[in-house]
């Protein structure tokens, strides 16, 4: 597992793609937590990251799912996925190893956004008026919900042999899971299942874990979740042996 890993980081460094999602990341939140009118910092006149933590979930959905979409359908294409599975490792290895390596990049893409943290925290009236609390439980949910993403884009890319078709999909699974089961619920159609059927979705739980207190149901919904999609590839990817 850990020389996927080291292949999959090596890959991802040697080309423009890491590079370029980081910059892009970090570019969009800056402007829209520094720039932007009405919902940056400086307007709104006290200190707070509640805009980078708004903005990043949905930057996340087309970042995450092109940094994942060439990790299996790329191998699939070339013919290469046949080959690694003669080496003395297992699918899930091989799985888990190139889910760590996007986790990883997605970990990278978010640190340096801690500068945004210490310049707000300097700008704070009194110094460090600012809820940490709130703060560090949004960054704990923002890499939780990158875990899930990354999984959903290795899911979509093991799928299909195409890295656009990856991509898109992975955009759309992304995308229906971050928002999808909240505005269904909001129809109100289920009655008493609406609670449940907002549960499923992972805003609800993005938005829990933010206001800074850590509830094990949420920490078990994102474990469930990043599990359930790296069952779903491993199963798939099995199912192409045959």
Wanted: charged fraction near 10%.
């Amino acid at each position: 597992m850990y020389s996927i890993f080291k292949k999959e980081i090596r890959s991802f460094l040697s080309s423009l793609i890491a590079y370029v999602v980081i910059i892009v990341f970090l570019l969009i939140v800056g402007l829209f937590t520094w720039v932007f009118a009405d919902g940056n910092i400086l307007a709104q006149g006290y200190a707070s990251l509640d805009t980078l933590f708004f903005m990043a979930p949905w930057i996340f959905i087309f970042l995450i799912s092109a940094i994942t979409m060439r990790s299996f359908s790329e191998e699939i294409n070339q013919g290469t996925f046949e080959i690694l599975s003669t080496k003395p490792i297992t699918d899930f290895q091989i799985i888990l190893g190139k889910y760590l390596a996007a986790v990883c990049l997605v970990a990278f893409s978010v640190l340096p956004t801690l500068l945004y943290f210490y310049s707000v925290y300097q700008l704070g009236l009194p110094k460090g008026n600012i809820d940490m609390g709130a703060t560090w439980g949004s960054y704990m949910g923002l890499i939780l919900l990158g875990g899930c993403y990354a999984s959903i884009g290795i899911f979509s890319s093991a799928a299909t042999s195409n890295q656009i078709v990856a991509f898109v999909l992975g955009m759309f699974l992304c995308f229906f899971f971050y928002v999808g089961f909240q505005q269904i619920s909001n129809l109100s159609l289920f009655g008493g299942w609406d609670s449940f059927i907002q549960n499923l979705g992972i805003q609800y739980h993005y938005d829990s874990i933010s206001r800074g207190v850590v509830d094990s149901r949420d920490l078990v919904y994102f474990g469930s979740l990043i599990s359930f999609f790296l069952g779903l590839t491993y199963i798939v990817l099995d199912s192409r042996k045959w």
